[in-house]
């Protein structure tokens, strides 16, 4: 089950839905700011190698 079905699952259960989705789109921040961040990494080791 992925991250969406999950609190799609707790919105109805709890007839809430502005909270779940509001934490739903924070937890894919975070999961795109970390994937930005690794890829940058990778980037600046990469060019460093192409120099030599």
Do not use: C, G
């Not at 700011?33 to 120099?51: G, W």
């Amino acid at each position: 089950m992925d991250l969406t079905k999950s609190f799609q699952n707790i919105a109805a259960a709890t007839y809430e839905y502005f909270i779940p989705y509001i934490a739903l789109a924070a937890v894919y921040l975070v999961i795109v700011l970390l994937i930005s961040k690794l890829v940058k990494m990778m980037e600046k080791r990469l060019a460093k190698n192409e120099r030599k």
